[in-house]
């Protein structure tokens, strides 16, 4: 004859086996993260400027730069493939200041929608009502090949 504590036995090891190997948490995949397709900065103003940039993958800064520019829309810009630091997924974070001012920064995730597999980013300066220093960061896609340009955020060789 079967007793309750056999019955309640029985039943345990019925539920048991079934769950044996899942620990019941969800399993995260880490996230790729996204690559830099493009990054450039513009002058919008009307006089020339010193502007520094900094770029921050997972926390760590793997590029940094200062660079003169003229007004009305003179800028510099890099592209992927001919900056070797953007060929890795990460997240970002990129820094920009003017003539020696506050960095204002800006999390690549955060200023763009969903979780793009490639962004462009580009820091305006507009010069206007309170001279500040804004982002534009959208969807990009991978270059076909292997660019054949230098880098031009980085500088020409034999500038020091």
């Known amino acids: 004859?079967?007793?309750?504590r056999s019955i309640l036995g029985t039943l345990g090891c019925a539920?048991?086996?079934?769950?044996?190997?899942?620990t019941g948490f969800p399993v995260e995949y880490p996230d790729p993260g996204t690559k830099l397709v493009r990054l450039?900065?513009?002058?919008?103003?009307?006089s020339s400027h010193r502007f520094e940039?900094?770029?921050?993958?997972?926390?760590?800064?793997?590029?940094e730069s200062a660079h003169d520019l003229g007004g009305d829309g003179e800028s510099v810009s890099g592209?992927?493939?001919?900056?070797?630091?953007?060929?890795?997924?990460?997240?970002?974070?990129?820094?920009?200041r003017?003539?020696?001012?506050?960095?204002?920064?800006?999390s690549v995730d955060e200023g763009v929608d969903g979780?793009?597999?490639?962004?462009?980013v580009h820091v305006l300066?507009?010069?206007?009502?309170?001279?500040?220093?804004?982002?534009?960061?959208?969807?990009?896609?991978?270059p076909d090949g292997p660019s054949a340009e230098r880098c031009h955020l980085e500088p020409a060789p034999g500038d020091d």
């Open 53 to 63: 940039i900094r770029v921050h993958r997972d926390g760590t800064v793997v590029h």
């Open 1 to 4: 004859m079967r007793t309750r």
């Open 79 to 96: 592209t992927q493939g001919a900056c070797p630091w953007m060929d890795t997924s990460g997240s970002y974070v990129v820094a920009a």
């Open 15 to 22: 539920v048991t086996i079934p769950t044996v190997g899942c």
């Open 98 to 106: 003017l003539e020696g001012g506050e960095w204002v920064s800006q």
């Open 115 to 120: 979780s793009p597999e490639h962004v462009l």
């Open 125 to 142: 300066y507009d010069g206007w009502e309170g001279e500040r220093l804004a982002f534009l960061i959208e969807p990009g896609e991978e």
């Open 40 to 46: 450039g900065l513009t002058n919008l103003g009307d």
